[in-house]
C-alpha cells in the first residue's frame, strides 16, 4: 500500500473503531465496516 492508503486506512480505523484488517480497498463504508451516513460524511 502507498504512504497515502496506510494513511487513509490508520483513519478510518481510529474513526471507526474497526480491526485494520478488515479496512480494504474494496471494503464498504456501510456494508463492510458498519458506519452511518454521519460516519461517511465525517470521514470525508
Do not use: N, Q, Y
Amino acid at each position: 500500500m502507498s504512504d497515502v492508503a496506510e494513511r487513509v486506512k490508520k483513519i478510518v480505523v481510529e474513526h471507526l473503531g474497526v480491526e485494520p484488517d478488515k479496512v480494504t480497498e474494496d471494503a464498504s463504508f456501510i456494508d463492510d465496516l458498519g458506519a452511518d451516513s454521519l460516519d461517511t460524511v465525517e470521514l470525508v
